[in-house]
């Protein structure tokens, strides 16, 4: 049974990259809860078939919806390229038309306008993303004539993951998809890090990209695409509690969730495990 009762705004990743876009949205708007969800037990999604992305993604809709939130991110990318449309299209008429469901791709394309110049953009993202072609699809939609080159990086999202962005051994799979990319189109100004584990790279990927190549890190065009959403949705936003708190669910071990989530929000994290 669902709750009428207005909650905290509902955050759902696979993994632990979502920690990214939360903390940009708690700097933009702290005053409203937060209840997270990472579904650690079975990332990575980004090799995942759409059918099985979807399942996933919508069971972590159906969990944060029982516990109060109207109003679900999918800071995803992988979950916002292959389960968004159909979950808002099929599922939310079903489950209560008055929720929302929002991902993070439309709101990073929607900021490429008003900052590639020579129209040529590079997306970096997980396998899974880069063949839905999702970014291609949403830029298509907006800006006619812009060229999209996708790039997959496997060994990102695991370098991450296991404390080796900062090493080392993170420059060579850092400087080996940048290049490939770079070559395969050398008028690219503006590169999209496609998925929310990357921003732990930027320090890396700004090394290595070319003298005035743009990178746009998802965190603060998906907090002010929020900021934006709840102005122009006061139903939406009156159902949105604001006490300022964080809470966090996983479906692993808490112990690792707690570790790893830590270093992401740059500040201690203690989670509640959680099955779907």
């Known amino acids: ?135 291609e699809m949403e830029t298509e939609k907006l800006y006619s004539g812009m060229h999209v080159s996708g790039q997959a990086c496997p060994m990102w999202v695991p370098l991450v993951e296991n404390g080796e962005a900062h ?19 050398p008028a690219i100004d503006t590169l999209i890090l496609g998925c929310t584990h990357y921003p732990l790279l930027l320090p890396k990927i700004r ?8 990178v746009l890190a998802q965190g603060e065009l998906v907090a002010a695409s929020l900021e934006d959403y709840l102005r122009r949705h006061p139903e939406i936003d009156s159902k949105c509690t604001r006490g300022g708190s964080v809470n966090y669910l996983t479906t692993e071990s808490t112990q690792n969730f707690d570790a790893l989530a830590s270093i992401f929000m740059q500040t201690p994290v203690r989670s509640t495990r959680i099955t779907l």
């Open 1 to 135: 049974m669902l709750s009428f009762a207005p909650g905290p705004i509902g955050v759902f990743d696979s993994g632990y990259g979502g920690l990214t876009i939360l903390r940009e949205m708690m700097l933009r708007l702290p005053g409203y809860d937060y209840l997270y969800l990472g579904d650690n037990a079975r990332a990575p999604y980004g090799s995942r078939s759409f059918g099985i992305v979807y399942e996933f993604t919508l069971q972590a809709v159906r969990a944060l919806f029982s516990r109060g939130c109207h109003l679900v991110i999918l800071a995803c990318n992988t979950a916002s390229a292959k389960a968004l449309r159909s979950i808002q299209q099929h599922d939310l008429p079903e489950l209560d038309p008055q929720r929302r469901v929002l991902g993070v791709i439309r709101p990073t394309v929607e900021a490429l306008g008003d900052v590639s110049r020579s129209r040529h953009v590079g997306v970096l993202a997980t396998p899974g993303t880069i063949r839905s072609r999702s970014y």
């Open 167 to 185: 090493s080392d051994g993170a420059d060579y799979f850092v400087r080996k998809y940048l290049n490939e990319i770079m070559e395969r189109d």
């Open 207 to 214: 090394r290595y990209v070319p003298e005035g190549t743009n």
